[in-house]
């Protein structure tokens, strides 16, 4: 069975202080992995993805994440947050299975951003 | 520009009666999902489809109804057996090869 878990469901942090949202998954076969960032009452924006290469991946808004296979995880990092980066992101993983791509997604994590 | 549009945004729903969604993207994309989303949770899928004129439950179907005629358009249909339909719905697509999903901006839909 595939699951995804995001470790902390609040992470409240100052501005312009580092960040690092983690992000667990189990599966026995390859994934691609993904984060995604949600405001409120909007859909979910791509932040950035990992299908191969690189195991450093960056991606919008100055976020970037580590793809490590031996732990299975996908942690998000930020160096320096701002106001804006508060919102609700969540991790994914999908796989491809016969009947098609199959996402699963995490429980999502709340970033707050104090002034 | 390509994306997904989901409407309306706001929908209220009484009891006893079917309300649509309507999810429509002109992303060529073969794959639509929708999933449900209740404050604090992550997202839980109801129905997806891989292909027009086909379409698989996810892990919450009950209650709910899909069709997918075009290629474009994947609407879903909460039906009265839903008890508790009032949720954020979001429907998404993707392309093939591991390509992420695009969403929608979702819609909200609450009971009378």
């Known amino acids: ?16 202080a580092p960040v690092e949202l983690r992000c667990n998954y189990s599966s026995s076969v390859s994934v691609y992995l993904f984060w995604y960032v949600q405001y409120p009452n909007q859909g979910l ?22 793809f490590n296979k031996s732990q299975t995880s ?12 508060t919102a609700e992101y969540f991790c994914a993983v999908s796989l491809t299975w016969n009947t098609g791509n199959q996402f699963y997604f995490g429980t999502g994590t709340s970033l707050t951003v104090i002034p | 520009d390509g994306g997904i549009t989901q409407s309306p ?14 999810c429509e993207q002109n992303l060529n994309h073969d794959a639509m ?15 997806y489809s891989q292909i027009v ?5 996810g892990d919450i179907a009950e209650g709910y109804s899909v069709s ?37 901006d979702g819609t909200r839909l609450s009971i009378l």
Not at chain 2, 72 to 93: D, G, M, R
């Open chain 1, 1 to 16: 069975a595939q699951s995804v878990t995001q470790l902390d469901s609040q992470v409240p942090v100052f501005e312009e």
């Open chain 1, 45 to 66: 924006q791509l932040l950035l993805k990992y299908l191969s290469g690189s195991t450093l991946v960056k991606g919008i808004n100055g976020f970037e994440a580590e």
């Open chain 1, 74 to 85: 996908f942690h998000l990092r930020k160096p320096s947050v701002h106001i804006s980066d």
């Open chain 2, 9 to 22: 945004k706001y929908l209220f729903r009484k009891e006893g009666q079917n309300v649509t969604l309507s």
């Open chain 2, 33 to 47: 999902y929708w999933y449900r989303q209740d404050p604090g949770q992550g997202l839980r899928l109801i129905y």
């Open chain 2, 53 to 57: 004129n086909d379409f698989q439950k």
């Open chain 2, 68 to 104: 997918r005629e075009k290629k474009e358009s994947f609407p879903l249909t909460v039906t009265s057996a839903q008890k508790n339909p009032t949720a954020f719905y979001l429907c998404a697509s993707t392309g093939t090869g591991g390509q992420p999903q695009h969403f929608g």
